[in-house]
């Protein structure tokens, strides 16, 4: 006998990228920054750690949204903040779909899309990507009350141009979220979407380029009715003091996120020249990691299995479309190193039949 409803009973839950639990490990596998956060965010997280803890945080982050706003030109009323970006697409797919209703994507992409649809008992419409990875015909023809696209996706680092986003949405009857969780690795972004189109929300993530992995901070930001009926369905204190003071001095810190931007998109370059010449094929990353296809010599699965032995994390999906290639997340140079490196080995003991 069990006591969940019968949408929990069926689905596996949601996994996420192998954590080790013993030292010595280069983490490769789940796209988080190489670099510290601000010391401006770092110091203003430590003057939160105070008497002012035993009250409940802010409910709306107006600090934070009222920085938010400052810095990305708009105003604090199209600012939504949730506890990851993770949570306002949990959000989203609360506040717009029923159950039965229909939510879309284009799929290869972001797998957490499948497991929240599924949680809400929404019912998911898949919409293969086309070779290029440029918006699929028919996505805008589902019908669906909720559209996702991620821009950069995930896992393959490709982007779709602004312009073809903004065509996509107008031709949609429900709401376009397009989910910027790697926009700042990004040549571009679809903020200005915003006030083009009543139904887009863009969302991002502070766990990529702003090195806040560890707070649990996301936004979303759209047209006022949106944010609106949106903050109906977040619970009331979702994210806490500390985290809000952290995340309030990073986006303060344009300066900081630039710097370790730009060391990570030219880490980024190099390490996919360096895997092109041994043999992969990598995909044109706009992200923070690099998708790129196995040697005809080695299968991905096994690529995967060998690194793992020298302790070198990089991300296996077992997936159609997918599994004959890695995610490799942008490293410091002297984890890339050690990842090339290792890469080298196992395909010179591949090729001279000592594997």
Same mark, same amino acid.
């Given at each position: +006998?069990?006591?969940?409803?019968?949408?929990? *009973?069926? $689905?596996?839950?949601?996994?996420?990228?192998?954590?080790?639990?013993?030292?010595?490990?280069? !983490?490769?596998?789940?796209?988080?920054?190489?670099?510290?956060?601000?010391?401006?965010?770092?110091?203003?997280?430590?003057?939160?750690?105070?008497?002012?803890?035993? !009250?409940?945080?802010?409910? +709306?982050?107006?600090?934070?949204?009222? =920085?938010?706003?400052?810095?990305?030109?708009?105003?604090?009323?199209?600012?939504?903040?949730?506890?990851?970006?993770?949570?306002?697409?949990?959000?989203?797919? /609360?506040?717009?779909?029923?159950?039965?209703?229909?939510?879309?994507?284009?799929?290869?992409?972001?797998?957490?899309?499948?497991?929240?649809?599924?949680?809400?008992?929404? #019912?998911?419409?898949?919409?293969?990507?086309?070779?290029?990875?440029?918006?699929?015909?028919?996505?805008?023809?589902?019908?669906? !009350?909720?559209?996702?696209?991620?821009?950069?996706?995930?896992?393959?680092?490709? +982007?779709?141009?602004?312009?073809?986003?903004?065509?996509?949405?107008?031709?949609?009857?429900?709401?376009?979220?397009?989910?910027?969780?790697?926009?700042?690795?990004?040549?571009?972004?679809?903020?200005?979407?915003?006030?083009?189109?009543?139904?887009? $929300?863009?969302?991002?993530?502070?766990?990529?380029?702003?090195?806040?992995?560890?707070? #649990?901070?996301?936004?979303?930001?759209?047209?006022?009715?949106?944010?609106?009926?949106?903050?109906?369905?977040?619970?009331?204190? *979702?994210?806490?003091?500390?985290?809000?003071?952290?995340?309030?001095?990073?986006?303060?810190?344009?300066?900081?996120? #630039?710097?370790?931007?730009?060391?990570?998109? =030219?880490?980024?370059? /190099?390490?996919?020249?360096?895997?092109?010449?041994?043999?992969?094929?990598?995909?044109?990353?706009?992200?923070?990691?690099?998708?790129?296809?196995?040697?005809?010599?080695?299968?991905?699965?096994?690529?995967?299995?060998?690194?793992?032995? #020298?302790?070198?994390?990089?991300?296996?999906?077992?997936?159609?479309?997918?599994?004959?290639?890695?995610?490799?997340?942008?490293?410091?140079?002297?984890?890339?190193?050690?990842?090339?490196?290792?890469?080298?080995? $196992?395909?010179?003991?591949? !090729?001279?039949?000592?594997?």
């Amino acid at each position: +006998m069990s006591y969940f409803r019968k949408d929990i *009973d069926a $689905i596996a839950g949601y996994t996420p990228g192998f954590q080790p639990k013993e030292p010595g490990f280069v !983490k490769l596998n789940t796209n988080e920054n190489p670099y510290p956060p601000s010391p401006r965010a770092v110091e203003a997280m430590r003057a939160a750690v105070g008497d002012s803890l035993r !009250k409940y945080p802010p409910p +709306m982050s107006d600090a934070f949204r009222n =920085a938010a706003a400052r810095v990305l030109g708009t105003v604090p009323e199209r600012i939504l903040v949730g506890n990851g970006s993770d949570d306002v697409l949990n959000i989203a797919v /609360r506040s717009f779909c029923d159950r039965g209703d229909p939510v879309a994507w284009p799929t290869p992409t972001y797998s957490l899309y499948d497991f929240l649809a599924a949680l809400q008992g929404a #019912r998911p419409v898949r919409v293969d990507f086309p070779e290029d990875y440029s918006v699929p015909a028919g996505l805008a023809s589902t019908g669906a !009350k909720l559209t996702i696209l991620a821009n950069p996706n995930a896992p393959t680092g490709t +982007m779709v141009a602004p312009e073809e986003v903004s065509a996509l949405a107008g031709g949609l009857d429900g709401v376009l979220l397009v989910d910027e969780a790697y926009v700042d690795f990004a040549d571009a972004d679809c903020l200005a979407l915003v006030e083009r189109h009543p139904n887009v $929300i863009v969302s991002r993530s502070f766990s990529k380029s702003y090195s806040l992995a560890g707070l #649990r901070v996301g936004y979303a930001v759209a047209q006022e009715p949106l944010t609106e009926g949106m903050c109906k369905v977040k619970d009331s204190y *979702d994210v806490d003091s500390v985290a809000l003071a952290g995340a309030t001095a990073a986006i303060e810190d344009q300066e900081w996120l #630039r710097r370790n931007v730009d060391r990570i998109r =030219a880490t980024r370059g /190099r390490m996919a020249t360096a895997l092109e010449e041994m043999g992969f094929r990598c995909m044109p990353s706009q992200a923070n990691f690099v998708f790129a296809r196995a040697p005809e010599s080695i299968e991905a699965a096994t690529l995967y299995k060998l690194l793992f032995e #020298r302790k070198v994390l990089v991300r296996y999906f077992d997936l159609p479309r997918v599994s004959d290639g890695l995610r490799i997340t942008v490293g410091s140079d002297e984890e890339v190193d050690t990842l090339l490196a290792a890469l080298e080995q $196992i395909l010179a003991s591949v !090729k001279g039949g000592t594997r």
